[in-house]
């Protein structure tokens, strides 16, 4: 059984979800605060599989709440819950540490099935043996990328990514050295389509960095191709 903790300040959707999470074969605990969510899972370490998080909360949101969770080395996966669906809170959501992003209303199969996603990738990290088929690893200067187990591996340095930030290091690989535009990273990583701050896109390249890179300031492997995009060069 997956132990969830469900962050909702709205009493009747948290009740309903955990009514029908719980006949998913699911233990749901709820909280209406983000600094209770953030205590039970920083302070008292309790255990769980996946955080469900609404954005929009008293006190501390969604946002900052994913920030502190990332920030101090908390990788729960993360699915996040908001009215905004706007592109920009989207990749807002992923920039701050989200795993996944549902905006409301959203139809109960398609959470359910994004929860079973995000619990089937914690499992195959954990027994990555029984994912072998799908295991991928890439290795270039050095360096190695789990892409399964979310690590990078540089040295005696191992690094944890957050899915979307691997989601999107697997693309730039899988299309290296080609100049990549900030729209096709969207469309094609983040499935947004509409026009959308395409700068938003920078952040992640600039984490992105600091992890492959031995000098950030500058790059050899993730160069800025001006006007257009970024470009991935395994062996430069």
Do not use: C
């Amino acid at each position: 059984m997956s132990r969830i903790l469900l962050v909702e300040d709205e009493s009747h959707i948290a009740e309903a979800l955990r009514f029908n999470l719980e006949a998913d074969g699911h233990s749901v605990a709820i909280t209406d605060r983000g600094e209770e969510a953030l205590k039970r899972l920083l302070e008292e370490k309790e255990a769980f599989d996946i955080l469900v998080l609404d954005v929009m909360l008293p006190g501390q949101d969604g946002f900052s709440v994913a920030r502190e969770l990332r920030a101090s080395h908390n990788y729960i996966p993360l699915l996040m819950l908001t009215a905004r669906g706007r592109p920009e809170d989207v990749l807002k959501g992923f920039d701050s540490g989200a795993d996944d992003y549902l905006p409301k209303p959203f139809n109960l199969d398609i959470l359910v099935a994004r929860i079973g996603s995000l619990l089937r990738r914690k499992h195959w990290q954990r027994h990555p043996g029984e994912s072998a088929a799908n295991h991928e690893l890439f290795r270039f200067d050095g360096k190695t990328v789990d892409f399964e187990k979310l690590e990078l591996h540089t040295g005696t340095q191992v690094f944890q990514l957050t899915v979307m930030e691997m989601d999107l290091l697997r693309y730039l690989v899988r299309n290296s050295g080609r100049p990549i535009a900030r729209k096709a990273i969207l469309e094609n990583v983040w499935g947004l389509h509409e026009d959308t701050d395409t700068r938003a896109i920078d952040n992640f390249i600039v984490r992105l960095r600091r992890y492959i890179e031995d000098e950030p300031t500058k790059p050899r492997h993730l160069i800025t191709v001006r006007g257009l995009g970024y470009q991935f060069v395994p062996d430069p």
